[in-house]
Each structure stands twice: as C-alpha cells, then as structure tokens.
C-alpha cells in the first residue's frame, strides 16, 4: 500500500484542533482526545483513554447532571442534537475555570449516535483591570452561558435587575467578549444627569448651538464608535430623547444639538434599568417602540441573595482589592457563616462596602463577626438611624485602641495627665485606657514627679 492511500487517524485530526477536544461515549468514557485537552488536565494521553469525564473535568465519581450542572452528553444522546452549555471545570492545577462546551452527536453508519465530541473554550473571567464576574453558583453559571451567546452579535442587550446587582460588570462583560472587544467602552449613567445635560453628553452638541457651546463636542454615542455604550438607568432617559436613542438604534445615524447633518455611526448599545420598563410604558413614561427596540435580548441578573455560594469568594475578592486587604485573607469560618445569614438588599455593592468596613473596623487585627456591619432591613428611620449609631460606635472603639497602640512606646506627660484626670486618679483605669501595665504607669508617674 502506497503512503497515499495511508488515511490519517482520529488521533491526528483531532490534534490539528486548536482547543481542547474529546471523544466520550454513552457510558460517559473517554475514547479520545487531542493534546490540547491532555495538556489542559494535566493527564497523558495514554492515562486518559478509558477515563470518566467527570472525574477528569470535575473531580467527581458522578456525571455532573447529580451537582445540578446541564450534562451535555446526556443532552446529545437523549436528543441527538448538539448543544452547548457553560460548565466549571477543574484545571490541572486544580484551579477552578469557566469553560463554553459546544456538544455534538458522532453517529454511526446507521444514523445513530455512537459517541459525543465535545469541543472545550475556556472562558477567561478577567480583564486588565482585574475581574470582571466572580463566583460559580448555578444562577451565575446560567447568565454567562447566555451572555457567551450573545457577545458576539450586534444584538441590543437590555441589563434587568436591582441597584448593585453589577449591571456595569455584566455590560464590561459583554464588551470584553464581543467582536469589538478593541473599541471603546463608554459607560453613561442617565439617573446622574439633568435632561438638557444628557442630551448634550449622548448626541453631543455643534460650535454656538446654546449658550456656553464654544467649540464642537462629541456625543458619547459618537465616541464610543467602534465599541460599546453602556447607557444606565435607560428608564431616566426623558421621553423627547427617547425618540433620537431610537433613531440611533434604528438607522445608526444621529445629529449632534444645533447640528443639521446625520452622522453614521457603529455604536453597541447594552442598557441597564432597575425599573419596570414594562410599566412604565403602560403609564406613558417611556415610549412602547423604543422598550421593543432595547429589550430585543433582556439578560436578567440574579440578586446576591439568589446567588449566596458566591458570597465568600466575593467578600475575599473585594478584600484583596483593598490597600493590605489580603492580610485578613483567608476569612475565618465564622465570618463566612456570618456573611452568609444575611440577604443585602443592597446586593454585590452593599457586600463591597461591608467588607471595606470590616477592614477599618479591624484595624490590623483580624476581621471577625463582630466587625460585620449590616443594614437593618425592616427599613425603618429608627432602625437606620440605630444601625448608623452602631456603625459610630464601632468606628470610634477601633480607632481609640489603633490610636492607643501607636502611643504605647510614646506615652507623654500630657496623655498620662488627661488619662488620670478622665478616671479621677484611678491609675488601674487610667492605664488600661493607656493601653501599658499598671506597673509601666507608676514609671510615667515617678517621672513626672522627677520633672517637677
């Protein structure tokens, strides 16, 4: 037989693959893979035939359908479509990763489906500017697999959720993974802006259009050309520049304030609301046309109270983010238990600024439960003033003992006198005020009596 009737094998079609792929059959056994998967686990080639896949990718003895993960195989052989899903997998390092697993039936020569051939794309969750979404419960899980899906379009996304939920993040998220990823990403809060404002910064304005207006200025719709604009609180916008955003996101032409002429642009449009946009075109607040345009792909983000598992790689995230955060690393039981108990109305943002809290509070020491300030959530004037008061009160305890700490090996006659006079002469008292030994006092005493 001549080299050219020589056929190459699956072994060496799948290695031409650039990421990670892998044969598996019904029996959820490996029966190939290309050295990009073996590399990606850390498991040789001749280890990994006869391997379970969950017990590679996951580090499970059981298909991950029992963790309540979307099993793709299971999909692919009940069905005989492809799929594809987001699943966490274990690196080989034992690091956890996202991973976009795209599914497909390997048939026989009868039609049926013989094996799965899962092609693997990890998912980095990072940026230059650190992490852009953190966590891997099921409801986290869930929206990146759909925001997987949609970054790649020119699809309006329309960001739905409660205050602090990360809309910002989610829309970063978006950009990051779109085919635009090189562009700007412009980010305009509509709920911080008046209406005369908001319209100069979204269609910008033309040289003496109104008052003030001494030179041409873009819009931020223009700038972001090429990129993504991040319009948040779309249900501030008023009702007259709702009519030009859905020109924009209609034609991809605008007109700058005291302009004559439309300009093109290539503007992605992701818009965030924590309002019911629904209602609000029922009360004739915002336009029906414009709530269709925008929501042609709502995303619903999960409060931080549906996604609770993330909760101590949040609080820890935020910890390292903080100037000598990762001293208090890694949190204590005890104050993940505590983190856990609570349901923050506030979401992602009221965690970021309990553990910044928490950080001041310690003071070097390390953070327990008791340095956990939460909002009281009946919601009440007394109960926020009360929770404002304990907040004070902490505040001032911690900040007397770090300041009592520094002047331990600097105590001075004018502290130990203002610490006698405020205890009446009771030096015990006086000295724990101090911070130093009884017997340290009558040292200080004796020597301001040498002085005198």
Do not use: W
Not at 331 to 347: C, F, H, K, M, R
């Amino acid at each position: 037989m001549s080299s050219r009737d020589i056929k190459p094998g699956c072994d060496q079609i799948i290695d031409i693959l650039p990421d990670p792929f892998v044969v598996i059959d019904r029996n959820f056994r490996i029966v190939a893979a290309n050295r990009k998967y073996t590399d990606r686990f850390g498991i040789s080639p001749e280890a990994v035939i006869g391997q379970y896949c969950h017990k590679v990718s996951h580090h499970s003895d059981v298909p991950c359908s029992q963790h309540g993960e979307h099993c793709p195989l299971e999909t692919v052989f009940e069905t005989g479509q492809p799929t594809q899903v987001m699943h966490i997998h274990f690196d080989k390092d034992g690091k956890q990763e996202f991973v976009q697993l795209q599914a497909n039936p390997i048939r026989d020569q009868d039609g049926q489906v013989m094996y799965m051939g899962e092609y693997i794309n990890p998912i980095s969750q990072y940026d230059d500017k650190g992490a852009l979404l953190i966590g891997r419960s099921r409801a986290l899980v869930r929206m990146i697999s759909i925001l997987q899906r949609v970054a790649p379009t020119q699809t309006t996304v329309l960001l739905l959720g409660e205050s602090g939920v990360g809309k910002e993040c989610v829309a970063q998220y978006l950009h990051q993974y779109s085919s635009r990823p090189a562009g700007p990403f412009i980010v305009v809060d509509c709920g911080s802006l008046g209406e005369q404002l908001i319209e100069s910064e979204l269609f910008g304005y033309e040289k003496g259009a109104f008052t003030g207006a001494s030179a041409r200025k873009k819009g931020l719709i223009e700038a972001a050309n090429g990129g993504t604009l991040f319009i948040d609180e779309v249900g501030e916008l008023p009702l007259a520049l709702q009519t030009k955003l859905l020109r924009v996101l209609e034609t991809g032409s605008l007109r700058r304030v005291g302009g004559t002429d439309y300009l093109q642009v290539d503007t992605r449009i992701v818009a965030a609301t924590h309002r019911n946009l629904k209602q609000m075109v029922q009360e004739g607040q915002f336009r029906e046309d414009l709530y269709y345009r925008l929501s042609a792909f709502p995303i619903n983000i999960p409060a931080l109270r549906e996604r609770k598992d993330d909760i101590p790689l949040l609080a820890e995230h935020f910890l390292a983010a903080i100037e000598e955060g990762e001293q208090y690393l890694p949190l204590a039981p005890q104050v993940i238990e505590t983190l856990l108990s609570y349901d923050y109305p506030g979401n992602v943002r009221e965690l970021r600024n309990i553990m910044e809290r928490a950080v001041i509070l310690a003071a070097g020491a390390a953070i327990t439960s008791d340095h956990l300030v939460f909002e009281v959530q009946d919601g009440s004037n007394d109960s926020y003033a009360a929770r404002e008061q304990l907040l004070d009160d902490k505040l001032h305890q911690e900040m007397n003992q770090r300041m009592l700490k520094r002047r331990r090996s600097e105590v001075d006659e004018a502290i130990v006198l203002q610490a006698l006079r405020q205890h009446n002469g009771h030096r015990k008292a006086a000295a724990q005020m101090l911070g130093i030994s009884e017997r340290t006092l009558y040292r200080y005493m004796n020597k301001l009596r040498e002085n005198s």
